[in-house]
């Protein structure tokens, strides 16, 4: 049977997610460390209280438990929210939120809600491709923004926004990621911060801010006032607000949150109702007892050094293994560390290597919206304790070393000294 044929044309044109399918590498092949996915680390996840509070949930006493509930999500934990936010400077009231399943389903309903068919869609260069995917599957047109050291580059969103316009194309909204960019590990400055509202004002274009990382600061090189939201200073309702329990609770309590205003929450709840009716019940509780608790306060200065450490050691073992061969801009907080890699390596080709000598990453041209052979790649450090991530820098250099690029013609070793070209998003690493 010709099953295409039966296909709406917007499900033919639907892009898969590449981050899942280097996932599904680690998983199908025995002995392979990943750094693909940005999975939290499980050893971290707060184990006895969530049991102690599954007795509590579960005993039956109230048998809304396991019931639908709210397409708006658990009241309780709506009217929360608030406290949470205004620490991050943000002023909200209750009708300004909506509970997702997970910020994926929180960029969907953006997608379904702000996007028509060919509008335009701007993401920064390099995007997170779960963005990128919910953009597309809604037909939406991606436009790549450059980013440099300070976050977005203002002038250059400000000639695609004019170019865009100018070919008759509606500008549905900017995407960012301000806070430890996924995958540039990017922090955003403040500055740049005030100027893209202020941009975004003069040209009335809505911006989606996605903050999964920001509690996740390193305090050797970042501070808290650093990774103030852009909503905190919306005063026009222009910022929709995406956030997540995942990385800072567990990704298996399918909850995360929109912060917009209360016309658009409006807006995405009947499309919320027509994709899952409401968000998981015993999800939400579970979650709202692990705040109200003070479990997910007291865990996030211990979350924050864990997941520090890991960076050092990746950044460390790099250095060790692979020396002037590859270079990154110092993660500040967050997963991910972008690496470049020198000699003119295609890390699309390099995967199929690093697979065989039992690593795995993600490559770069997976993270921008039009075809790329480049020589970057994510390294996600979250999940794998440190000494994984020592074995994985040394499985991935042994697979760097077999590359033709890096070798040369005559099946020398490289020359010292041979190093990727830097950009604004790459640093030289320390010594």
């Not at 997970?102 to 996007?115: E, H, P, T, Y």
């Amino acid at each position: 049977m010709d099953f295409e044929r039966h296909l709406s044309h917007a499900a033919r044109a639907m892009h898969a997610s590449a981050i899942r399918k280097a996932g599904d590498v680690g998983l199908a092949v025995r002995d392979v460390i990943s750094l693909a996915p940005g999975y939290p680390d499980p050893s971290l996840f707060a184990w006895d209280e969530i049991r102690d509070i599954a007795r509590s949930i579960l005993s039956g006493a109230d048998p809304t438990v396991l019931q639908y509930g709210a397409t708006r999500g658990y009241k309780p934990l709506i009217d929360a929210l608030p406290e949470l936010l205004n620490h991050r400077g943000i002023t909200a009231t209750p009708d300004e939120i909506i509970i997702t399943t997970g910020s994926q389903q929180a960029l969907d309903l953006c997608a379904r809600v702000f996007i028509d068919a060919g509008d335009t869609a701007l993401v920064e260069l390099p995007a997170y491709t779960g963005a990128m995917t919910s953009f597309w599957n809604a037909q939406g047109h991606l436009v790549g923004v450059q980013q440099d050291a300070a976050g977005i580059d203002i002038a250059d969103l400000d000639r695609v926004v004019l170019r865009e316009r100018g070919a008759g194309r509606r500008v549905a909204f900017v995407y960012v990621v301000p806070n430890f960019q996924n995958p540039s590990g990017l922090l955003m400055t403040l500055g740049r911060r005030a100027e893209l509202l202020a941009w975004a004002s003069a040209r009335d274009v809505l911006i989606i801010e996605d903050d999964p990382y920001g509690a996740l600061y390193f305090d050797d090189v970042a501070k808290e006032g650093e990774t103030r939201p852009l909503k905190a200073d919306d005063r026009e309702g222009r910022v929709v607000y995406l956030s997540s329990f995942s990385k800072t609770v567990a990704p298996g309590f399918r909850v995360a949150w929109i912060t917009a205003a209360p016309a658009l929450v409006a807006r995405l709840e009947i499309a919320k109702q027509s994709a899952d009716l409401c968000t998981s019940s015993i999800d939400q509780r579970f979650v709202y007892e692990i705040w109200r608790q003070g479990v997910l306060e007291s865990r996030l200065s211990g979350l924050r050094a864990a997941y520090q450490r890991k960076r050092t050691v990746l950044e460390e073992a790099l250095r060790r293994e692979l020396g002037r061969h590859v270079t990154w801009p110092e993660p500040k907080g967050g997963f991910f560390l972008w690496a470049s890699f020198g000699g003119g390596i295609d890390t699309d080709a390099l995967l199929t290597r690093a697979i065989a000598h039992g690593v795995v990453f993600v490559p770069g041209s997976a993270f921008y919206v039009e075809p790329h052979h480049l020589n970057r790649a994510r390294l996600s450090f979250s999940a794998p304790p440190p000494a994984q991530i020592e074995a994985a820098a040394v499985r991935l250099a042994a697979a760097v070393r077999e590359e033709p690029e890096v070798r040369g013609r005559s099946g020398q070793e490289p020359p010292a000294g041979l190093a990727a070209p830097r950009t604004a998003l790459e640093s030289r690493p320390p010594e």
